[in-house]
């Protein structure tokens, strides 16, 4: 049997939603002080939106993570507003993933870009953190 990872193919799309909420906005997470979709929302929205789009073709005990990030946020979203975020897995290099990701809300596209993800294994990633949190 093949391993899950060989379904991963360009083309995969995954997406992911919020309704803006007041956590989400610029104030209260420290970016700025409108009450809006604050961009680290919008790239957590988008990361996840990619994770989504592979998560349930990887192999038991592996993961990605993400690695890169070149994004454009261009349109401010009020609180209320639905904002749906979609990613697509553009190539595939080795072990690293890159998609088109973009962010609309209801009215109109407000962010998008590029984004990669690194497949790992959880167990060779917890003992590089253990290796760390060891360090004098």
Not at 62 to 84: E, I
Request: proline fraction near 3%; glycine fraction near 8%; avoid cysteine.
């Amino acid at each position: 049997m093949k391993n899950k990872e060989t379904r991963l193919k360009p083309g995969l799309t995954g997406s992911a939603e919020i309704t803006v909420a007041n956590q989400h906005t610029a104030a209260a997470m420290g970016s700025g002080h409108l009450q809006v979709l604050a961009t680290p929302a919008m790239i957590v929205l988008m990361e996840a939106a990619a994770q989504n789009a592979v998560d349930g073709l990887l192999s038991a005990g592996q993961q990605t993570v993400g690695t890169h990030l070149d994004v454009s946020h261009h349109g401010a979203t009020p609180v209320g507003m639905r904002v749906v975020a979609k990613a697509e897995l553009i190539a595939i290099d080795g072990r690293i993933l890159s998609f088109r990701i973009i962010a609309h809300d209801d009215k109109e596209l407000i962010g998008e870009g590029s984004h990669q993800r690194t497949m790992s294994s959880v167990a060779s990633f917890n003992r590089l953190l253990r290796k760390k949190i060891e360090r004098p």
